[in-house]
């Protein structure tokens, strides 16, 4: 009998021993688990999103960030080996994902260097003219938060309306196909966009330190169809602003090529540059 309860008392004791073991263990384990980077197949996905309604195919490109379902899944940065596995986990193969934004973030010294896509191979070796794209339905994404009534026609029309009431109208200068105004605004009225307006750009001085470089900042906002907007943001010096815009606005249609093929988003093609 004694040695029936001893060899209980002994098989409680390594029970014991097991689930401590065990409960010491998972905390590690656990860490381990949440941090394991995507599977080669995440990596390669490319998923179906809705955006606006409209199907896309969105590679999975460290050059993107989504935002999901009005914010509620919070953003995913591809970027990010945890936040895309997220995402894959989000956006299951067969069942389309809902999402308010496709952001483009075109840091030449971040995800362009080592960036293997369709997506970068648009837009990364020109990741020194533009800097950032957005890609969102107005009324389902917080535009206005990533500052994108900066460039839009509406913006510019606006701010005519006010200065003819309280000042002197703004002369324009003629610089190719824009018409460039004192406030920043550059307006290109034969170059029309998917609403019928001309394309609009804001651009003010760059400054690095605190001084002005020469170079400018410049943004513009415009429909590109099917319910959809963009803001592109773009660096470029005064005399290279339109040759730069042109350049961005193309990459831009091939990304949306890319994304929506057969859709015919983006702008009427500019017109020819001057000689």
Excluded: K
């Amino acid at each position: 009998m004694a040695a029936r309860r001893g060899r209980l008392w002994a098989g409680l004791l390594l029970a014991g021993v097991g689930v401590l073991g065990l409960a010491m263990a998972a905390p590690g384990a656990w860490r381990a688990w949440s941090l394991r980077p995507p599977s080669a197949a995440c990596r390669a996905r490319t998923f179906d999103v809705t955006l606006a309604g409209l199907a896309l195919r969105l590679p999975a490109s460290p050059l993107v960030r989504v935002d999901a379902d009005a914010g509620r899944h919070g953003g995913y940065p591809l970027a990010d080996p945890l936040r895309l596995r997220d995402f894959c986990g989000y956006a299951r193969p067969g069942r389309g994902a809902r999402i308010t934004a496709i952001r483009l973030n075109l840091d030449p010294t971040g995800p362009c260097r080592t960036a293997r896509d369709r997506i970068a191979a648009i837009a990364c070796p020109d990741a020194a003219r533009w800097t950032r794209a957005a890609l969102y339905s107005p009324t389902e994404f917080d535009h206005l938060a990533i500052g994108s009534s900066l460039g839009a026609y509406a913006s510019f029309r606006r701010e005519r309306a006010v200065t003819e009431v309280n000042e002197a109208p703004m002369e324009a200068t003629r610089v190719g196909a824009f018409d460039r105004y004192p406030d920043g605004f550059w307006v290109a009225p034969a170059w029309i966009t998917a609403s019928g307006e001309p394309v609009a750009i804001s651009c003010q001085p760059h400054h690095d330190g605190g001084a002005q470089t020469g170079l400018l900042d410049c943004t513009t906002t415009h429909a590109v169809g099917a319910g959809l907007q963009t803001t592109l943001d773009f660096r470029a010096p005064p005399s290279d602003v339109e040759a730069t815009a042109r350049r961005v606005e193309a990459d831009l249609g091939l990304v949306l090529a890319v994304l929506a093929p057969g859709q015919g988003l983006g702008m009427t093609p500019p017109p020819p540059a001057a000689d």
